[in-house]
């Protein structure tokens, strides 16, 4: 489903008005903004595997730093940032640490060496984007994993960026979420009927989107070792 026919589904199976009448365009555009807030209330619920993104950086010679990719929201529980593979470091993980450290050792002498150690502090006055900052004065160029924004959403040239969630997803949790958003901002009490389905759809979609399906279930460790 796009941004459009979710919002259409709403006007016309709950509010029961044309979806294509040109005097619903306020309330479209109030349905965006919930449609926004419940796309935001999902990305945001979990590290889902869905949404980790590969990005790049360089950081020139003699700075030590530079900013995040522009949709860098943060590393979540299983991003990380590494050499690229088979260049400099073959790809091995850098360990994050606190600024405090990355200014220690970049007040005591610069190091020609590759990185091993990042921090993640300071914004870029222009972007206000967060640095990505290593103790050396040497030129570097990143990978980084990470957890990116949520993508903008309306009905024209974002109509599909709604899609960034899976659809699998969209009639299970994204309308329901929708549907009590508009219920409750006329006051109609189906609104918590409504919050219920929504939900049971992000239990059913958490359990859906467990890391540790299969032979990967993960086990408390045994008192007794194995």
Known sequence: MDVTEIISQVLGRDDNISAAAADNTTRRTRLLEYLREVEAEVWWRRDWTWKKKRG????????????????????????????????????????????????????????????????????????????????TTAAADLVIWYQPNPPTIDETANVNAIKAIPEKYHQLVLVPGLRMKARESKGDARWQFSLGEYQAGLRFMQEEENRFQGEQTRRVSSFFGR
């Open 56 to 135: 790049t950086v360089s950081i020139p010679a003699g700075v030590g730093y530079t900013t995040v990719p522009t949709d860098f929201a943060s590393l979540g529980n299983f991003g990380g940032v590494y050499h690229p593979s088979g260049g400099q470091g073959d790809g091995e993980k850098l360990d994050l640490k606190p600024e405090s450290l990355i200014i220690e050792l970049r007040e005591g002498g610069s190091n020609s060496g590759p990185p091993r150690i990042f921090a993640l502090f300071g914004q870029d006055p222009t972007t206000y984007l967060q640095l990505i900052q290593i103790p």
